[in-house]
C-alpha cells in the first residue's frame, strides 16, 4: 500500500512538471513580459537593458527552472490587465466557481440518488421510463442549450429569476459569499440547474445499474427470504453497497463539473474563474492564462490522486493491478 | 455482389429491420448528411457571399409570424442572412469538423494502441502512461486550452481563417486516448491467437502480422465508438464555437449562431438560437441512438440494462 501511494504521488509531481512545462512554453513563446511591463513608448535599447535585468535573455532551462521554484512558492507571475499578482486574482474569483459547482453537486446527490433507486426498484413504472427516456435525450442536449433555454423560461417569459451575475454578496473573511442573501441564493438557482443537467443523466444511470445489480445478488435474496421489510433491503442492505462506485464517480466528475463551469459562467456572465479565463484569452493576459492552466492542474492532479488512493485502500484489486 | 449478398443475410441487418428506433435514427441522419452535402443546391442563399444579404433585414421573425417574410422561411439572423440556408451551411461545418477529427484520433489512437499492445514492453508503459495522463484531463478542458493558446498564437484574424483544420486537430488531438485504450485492449486479446503465432512461424515480418493480420480483428468496437465520437465531437465544437473559441460568425458553424442569437434573445428574438439548436440536438441524438444500437448488436456481451 505504501509503494502504491509513492508511487501516485511520483505520478502526480511528474503530472504537474509536465502541465508546468505546457505552461511556460506558453509563456515563453506568447507573452511578452516587457510589453506586460512598459506597454508600448520605450525604446527597443532600454527594452533590451530590462531583459538582461529580468533575466529573459537566459537559456531555456534555467528560466524554466526558475518558473517551477517561483510557482512552487505560490508566485505565478503579475496579471497584465489586472496588474496584480495572478494567483490573486484567480483567489478573488475562485469562491463564485466553488460556490456553484457546491450548489451543483447538491443538486446532483438530491436528485439523481432518489430517482436512481426508484428506477431501479420500479423498473417497468411509467415514471421510470419517463426519467430514462429523459436522460437519453439530456445526454444529447449541450450545456449551453439548457442554460439558455432556463434563462428564455425563468428570466424573460417569465420573469421569476435573475438570469445573470451573482446578485447580493456577502464578505466573510475575504471569501465573497452568495449563500447568505436572498438575492444571491435567487441567482445561483439557474446556473446550478443547468451545470448539474450534464451530470444527471449519467448519474441516475449509474445509481440505477448499480442498484439494480445489487438487487440480484444472492445475500438480498436472503435478506428477502428472512422476511425483512422492504424498505429495509432497499435502503439499509441494498444501497449502502452501491454507494461506493456511486462515490468514486462522483469524485472524478467533480473535477469534470469545473470545466463545464466554463460554458455555465459564459452564459450567466458568472464572474467566476472560467469567465476569467476567457476574458483572458480575449485580452491576451498571458500570464493569467498560464496561472489558470497550472490551478487547474493542481486542482485535477489532487483530486485524482486522492480518489485513487482512497480507491486503494478499498479495493485492492486496483493497487496491484498497477504493479508490474 | 458477393459482398452485397453476405450483407443481405447478415445479423446486422437482420436486427436493424426489427429496431424502429435504429431505422428512424438512420433514416434522419441520412436525409440530413445529404441536405450537408448538397447544400450550394438546395439552400436558397449563399450565405458566405456578403453580396447576397442585407442588413436591413436582420431579425426578421419566421414566415408565419406576422412581420414573418415569405422568402425567409424560418426568419433571418442579426446579419440578415436566411436562417435555414446558414443553418443548413453551420450543419455541413459541425459534420465535417466532426468527421474529420475522429478520423485523426481514431489515425492516432489506433497507432498508439497497436504499438503498445502488440510490442509490449517499455514502449508500452510508456505510451500508456502518456494516455493514463491524458484520459485524467477532461477532454473539454484539453480543447479549450488548446483552441486558447492556438487563439493567441495565430491571432484572432489567422485563427478565423485557419478554423476548419485548427478545429479538427484540436478535437482530435483531446479525444485519442479512448480509442489508444480500447485498441490496446483488443490487441492484447488477439495478439495470443492461433493465426497470429501461425502467421508468425511461417515468416511473415512483425509489421506486416501488426496491420494485415491483428488490426482488421480490432475494428469492430473501433466502429462503435466512432459512432458516439462523433457526436462528442460536434457537441465540443458547439461549445468551442459558442465560447468563440470556434468558427468565427463570418461562417458559423451550429455552435456559433447560437452564440450570437444568445446575445438577441432578451430583445425576443428566440428563433436565431431555437432553430440552430434544436437542429443540433437532433443531429447528435441520432448519432448517438446510432451509436447505442450498434453497440448492443456488435457486441452483446457489453449490454447492461
Not at chain 1, 451543483?104 to 430514462?132: E, Q
Not at chain 1, 446556473?191 to 444511470?205: E, T
Not at chain 2, 473501433?222 to 470556434?246: D, P, R
Not at chain 2, 443540433?280 to 441524438?285: A, G, K, R, Y
Amino acid at each position: 500500500m505504501f509503494a502504491f501511494i509513492i508511487r501516485r504521488i511520483i505520478q502526480a509531481i511528474f503530472v504537474m512538471l509536465i502541465i508546468s512545462l505546457v505552461g511556460f512554453m506558453i509563456q515563453h513563446n506568447i507573452g511578452d513580459p516587457i510589453r506586460d511591463l512598459v506597454g508600448e513608448r520605450v525604446t527597443p535599447a532600454e527594452r533590451e537593458v530590462i531583459r538582461d535585468q529580468l533575466g529573459l535573455n537566459d537559456p531555456f532551462y534555467t528560466q524554466y527552472f526558475r518558473f517551477v521554484i517561483k510557482a512552487c512558492k505560490g508566485d505565478l507571475g503579475l496579471s497584465f490587465f489586472y496588474k496584480k499578482p495572478a494567483l490573486e486574482v484567480i483567489a478573488s474569483k475562485a469562491p463564485a466557481t466553488i460556490e456553484l459547482v457546491i450548489v451543483t453537486a447538491l443538486i446532483l446527490i438530491v436528485v439523481s440518488i432518489p430517482a436512481g433507486i426508484y428506477a431501479a426498484i420500479y423498473p417497468k413504472s411509467w415514471f421510470s421510463r419517463i426519467v430514462m427516456a429523459a436522460s437519453t435525450v439530456g445526454v444529447a442536449i449541450p450545456v449551453f442549450l439548457t442554460a439558455i433555454a432556463l434563462i428564455y423560461l425563468f428570466a424573460v417569459e417569465l420573469n421569476w429569476l435573475p438570469s445573470y451575475g451573482r446578485g447580493e454578496t456577502v464578505n466573510l473573511w475575504g471569501w465573497e459569499s452568495g449563500f447568505f442573501t436572498w438575492d444571491g441564493l435567487k441567482h445561483l438557482v439557474l446556473p446550478s440547474a443547468s451545470l448539474s443537467s450534464i451530470m444527471l443523466p449519467l448519474f441516475i444511470r449509474l445509481v440505477r445499474a448499480e442498484m439494480m445489480e445489487v438487487l440480484e445478488t444472492e445475500y438480498i435474496k436472503f435478506a428477502w427470504a428472512k422476511g425483512l421489510h422492504r424498505q429495509r433491503v432497499w435502503y439499509v442492505h441494498a444501497f449502502k453497497n452501491t454507494l461506493l462506485p456511486v462515490i468514486t464517480v462522483f469524485g472524478v466528475q467533480l473535477g469534470i463539473l469545473f470545466a463545464f463551469t466554463i460554458l455555465t459562467e459564459t452564459v450567466f456572465n458568472w464572474h467566476g474563474m472560467g469567465f476569467m479565463f476567457l476574458e483572458a484569452v480575449e485580452r491576451s493576459d498571458t500570464s493569467l492564462l498560464v496561472a489558470y492552466l497550472v490551478v487547474v492542474g493542481v486542482i485535477f492532479v489532487v483530486v485524482n490522486t486522492v480518489v485513487d488512493i482512497v480507491y486503494g485502500f478499498v479495493n485492492p484489486m486496483v493497487r496491484i493491478a498497477g504493479t508490474k | 455482389m458477393k459482398a452485397w449478398n453476405r450483407f443481405k443475410s447478415s445479423y446486422l441487418l437482420y436486427s436493424f429491420k426489427r429496431d424502429p428506433l435504429a431505422i428512424l435514427s438512420f433514416s434522419v441522419l441520412s436525409v440530413l448528411v445529404v441536405i450537408c452535402i448538397l447544400a450550394p443546391v438546395l439552400t436558397p442563399y449563399n450565405t458566405y457571399d456578403t453580396a447576397t444579404f442585407d442588413i436591413m433585414d436582420a431579425e426578421t421573425p419566421p414566415a408565419w409570424m406576422e412581420d414573418g417574410s415569405k422568402s425567409f422561411i424560418l426568419g433571418t439572423d442579426i446579419q440578415g442572412r436566411d436562417l435555414l440556408s446558414t443553418m443548413i451551411y453551420g450543419l455541413r461545418v459541425s459534420l465535417l469538423i466532426g468527421v474529420g477529427a475522429v478520423l485523426l484520433q481514431s489515425f492516432v489512437g489506433i497507432l498508439v494502441g497497436l504499438f503498445s499492445g502488440y510490442l509490449g514492453g517499455k514502449l508500452d508503459s510508456f505510451l500508456m502512461r502518456i494516455t493514463d495522463i491524458q484520459f485524467s484531463i477532461p477532454y473539454l478542458i484539453v480543447a479549450i486550452f488548446t483552441s486558447a493558446i492556438f487563439k493567441l498564437a495565430f491571432g484572432v484574424g489567422r485563427y478565423a481563417e485557419l478554423a476548419v483544420p485548427l478545429l479538427i486537430i484540436i478535437i482530435g488531438v483531446s479525444h485519442w486516448p479512448i480509442y489508444a485504450r480500447t485498441v490496446r485492449a483488443s490487441v492484447l486479446g488477439e495478439k495470443n491467437k492461433e493465426y497470429v503465432e501461425a502467421a508468425r512461424v511461417i515468416g511473415i515480418s512483425r509489421w506486416q502480422i501488426m496491420f494485415r493480420h491483428v488490426l482488421p480483428n480490432t475494428l469492430t468496437p473501433v466502429l462503435v465508438i466512432s459512432t458516439i465520437q462523433v457526436a462528442e465531437a460536434v457537441m465540443s465544437e458547439a461549445a468551442l464555437s459558442f465560447l468563440g473559441l470556434g468558427m468565427p460568425v463570418t461562417k458559423p458553424s451550429l455552435g456559433s449562431l447560437i452564440r450570437s442569437g444568445f446575445e438577441y434573445i432578451f430583445s425576443g428574438s428566440w428563433w436565431i438560437t431555437l432553430f440552430p439548436g434544436v437542429l443540433l440536438v437532433i443531429f447528435i441524438l441520432v448519432i448517438l441512438l446510432l451509436g447505442d444500437w450498434l453497440r448492443d448488436v456488435l457486441n452483446p456481451k457489453l449490454y447492461k440494462g
